[in-house]
């Protein structure tokens, strides 16, 4: 691609997230439209299942398209976030039918929000007869088989992470450090609806908590890890079929389950109004994440070269200043408020786009 054509990518980016949907309008790695479409709790809810959200999600990408005057035949490409595939290298991926197949009927351990990302991008992609891609999805798996060990032979740990934005972050982390990412010790933290603590070595994200339905710190609506005794005791109690525990454990847990509110804005209000048990939750969230911020660290075999927050709890102060009181001894802290998710997205289309990297196909 000459240099002149390089100036004329135009790409659409759409990332769903558990509580919103961003989308973006990329030419080359500037944003000229951009949007977080938020979704109130209620709005979900009334969804049984992450699929069955599809139209509600693609519509609001088309009224940005339309509000923006934004023509698909204009576009060069779009970009789609990654859903819960089979563990894949990292890199940029062309949504083709066996990928459509598999995230339009997901298992029940892959029904996840990002799954609408490939689905959504691959219908506007048709119509304007451009391609459609996912990049780094959230299945990117780069454990060693140390890390895959759990207790039991027949549960194996796997890879399910915001790697998009740890591997983004990670990235940005590099540049400010003047030093490749390539010979660095990190340990990187997506903290969002759902929240990621990864150990990066060499360049290569080496260990991370399963954060959708696993182990790690409890989030804005996920339980994080809990004690086996006690989940079996819930399970078999009667009270819930597989579905509603299930999402109880995925979509309804955490801040939300505490207090009824995913929104740490609204739980950083009653903190302000003297909220004592409000204080008392969020303040353990950031216990856990700093907990599992050391458990990365001893990964690394010594002290990290930096800690690296980001994700949309990163803008929180309050947050942050529990965090840094518990780990900054371990290493600097490097706060990326919101991440470049968007950007990382845009620019793994661009790459292939200009022929600097090879298309994967799935």
Known sequence: MSANERKKCRILVINPGS???????????????????AHAHTEIARFPRIPDQYAFRRSAVLSFLQGHDVDVQSLDAVVGRGGILRPLPSGTYAVNERMLDELRNPVKERDHVTNLGALIANEIAQQAGIPAYIVDPVCVDEFEPLARISGLPEIERKSLSHVL???SAARRAAQDLGRPYSELKLVVVHMGGGISVSAHLNGRMVDVNQALDGTGPFSPERVGGLPVGDVLRLAFSGNYTYEELLRRFTRQGGLLAHLGTNDAREVERRI?????HARLVYEAMAYQIAKEIGLM????RGRPDAIVLTGALAHSQMLLQWLGERVEWLAPLLVYPGGDEMLAMAQGALRVLRGEEEVQEY
């Open 19 to 37: 509580t919103s949907t961003k989308v973006g309008v990329f030419k080359n790695e500037r944003a000229v439209h951009a949007e977080t479409i």
């Open 297 to 300: 660290s001893t990964v690394l």
């Open 272 to 276: 302000a109004e003297g909220d004592g």
């Open 165 to 167: 934005s740890l591997k």
